[in-house]
């Protein structure tokens, strides 16, 4: 199965991509900065083959914790880079 890893991808407009990649056969990592704010990622979790989505919680100012998320993607989709600082 192939993996996508989406950066800033767990608003409801996101929703659609992650439910198109989900329905495709895609396992699909989100990023947050702050895991314990379930609030603005549970929705995802109702979405069909959810089995196949895992939220992981990064900083993405740090490209060290960019690298280590995309590193076994197959696909990588930055749904809001306005927070990327190099």
């Not at 609030?39 to 089995?51: G, P």
């Amino acid at each position: 199965m192939k993996k996508a890893g989406i950066i800033g991808g767990s608003g409801f407009i996101e929703s659609d991509i992650i439910s198109l990649l989900l329905n495709t056969n895609f396992d699909v990592k989100v990023s947050t900065t702050d895991i314990s704010k379930q609030e603005n990622y549970e929705h995802l979790m109702e979405l069909d083959h959810s089995e196949n989505l895992y939220v992981c919680e990064i900083d993405s100012t740090q490209k060290s914790a960019l690298h280590n998320f995309t590193k076994d993607c197959d696909l990588v989709i930055f749904i809001h880079p306005s927070d990327l600082k190099f």
